[in-house]
């Protein structure tokens, strides 16, 4: 066995609505249904335009095995960024801007262009742009 590649993403949050629109607004992902809706949790997919999940978001509620031990909006320790390959470099930083949201800008960096931004949960966000 090998791994080739990361599937997705999952973050814990105390306010399902808000990250959703993050992921949306930033990321321009579209919600899908998760998995953890069966089990009765809230939840959401944020996919990307093919589909394909990228992010997994769960409702922190009370007695959830997951959120035990973590407090969504805390350090993420070990865990500093995660990082999206993206496309748009000029409309994503509009975007931001017209958002309202702190991002910061390394440009030129490793070949890159990189935009990071912190979602609601207090993760870090890093968009890598390629060519643009």
């Known amino acids: 066995m090998s791994a080739s590649g990361i599937d997705h993403v999952n973050?814990?949050?105390?306010?399902?609505?808000?990250?959703?629109?993050?992921?949306?607004?930033?990321?321009?992902?579209?919600?899908?249904?998760s998995p953890a809706q069966v089990r009765g949790l809230?939840?959401?997919?944020?996919?990307?335009?093919?589909?394909?999940?990228?992010?997994?978001?769960?409702?922190n509620a009370p007695g959830l095995s997951l959120g035990v031990g973590r407090?969504?909006?805390?350090?993420t320790n070990a865990v500093h960024h995660v990082a999206f390959r993206c496309s748009g470099f000029a409309q994503t930083q509009a975007r931001l801007t017209a958002l309202g949201l702190d991002f910061q800008v390394n440009d030129g960096l490793f070949g890159l262009r990189q935009i990071m931004v912190q979602d609601p949960n207090a993760?870090?966000?890093?968009?890598?742009?390629t060519g643009e």
């Open 11 to 33: 973050i814990l949050t105390d306010d399902l609505e808000a990250t959703v629109a993050f992921y949306e607004q930033v990321l321009e992902l579209s919600r899908g249904k």
């Open 71 to 75: 407090t969504p909006g805390q350090s």
């Open 42 to 59: 809230e939840g959401a997919w944020m996919l990307n335009s093919e589909g394909n999940a990228l992010v997994h978001l769960i409702g």
């Open 123 to 129: 993760v870090s966000v890093e968009m890598n742009f």
